[in-house]
């Protein structure tokens, strides 16, 4: 008489259900047969439209970038160049405010002197001998 032993197959996608074995010994099973190594499977299916979704995420920052490159590329914009400077030498002992004094009486001293330092790019010191761009609105 034989009996039949009930056991139940991790789940995988190869058996859901259970499987039916005989009692017999398992001595008596081929020694030459190797048992099956089933590969584990990962519960995550990535689908083509996952594959998408994943796809879009990855290049939505490369697009954003571009875009706001593109975007920004016309910033800069460039001067015609038309503006008139008259260059001046610094004398010794002579002060922004001098300056100012000089060619812009009726101008407030302190705009004259950021527009001097801006157009010049100077720093804080004013060496004698240095010359120096004003802007023709100055010169007039």
């Given at each position: ?61 490369l697009v954003i970038a571009a875009l ?56 804080v010191s004013l060496v004698a001998g ?11």
């Amino acid at each position: 008489m034989s009996a039949a032993v009930l056991e139940f197959a991790p789940r995988n996608a190869a058996s859901r259900s259970a499987v039916l074995r005989s009692a017999a010994p398992r001595s008596a099973a081929p020694r030459d047969a190797a048992p099956r190594a089933e590969e584990p499977r990962s519960h995550l299916r990535l689908t083509r439209r996952g594959r998408a979704v994943f796809t879009t995420l990855a290049a939505l920052p490369l697009v954003i970038a571009a875009l706001f490159f593109v975007l920004n590329g016309g910033g800069a914009i460039a001067t015609s160049g038309t503006e008139q400077l008259e260059q001046i030498t610094v004398q010794p002992g002579q002060t922004l405010w001098d300056l100012a004094e000089e060619y812009a009486p009726t101008a407030d001293p302190r705009d004259f002197i950021a527009d001097i330092m801006s157009v010049n790019e100077l720093g804080v010191s004013l060496v004698a001998g240095d010359t120096l761009a004003i802007p023709a609105k100055y010169s007039d």
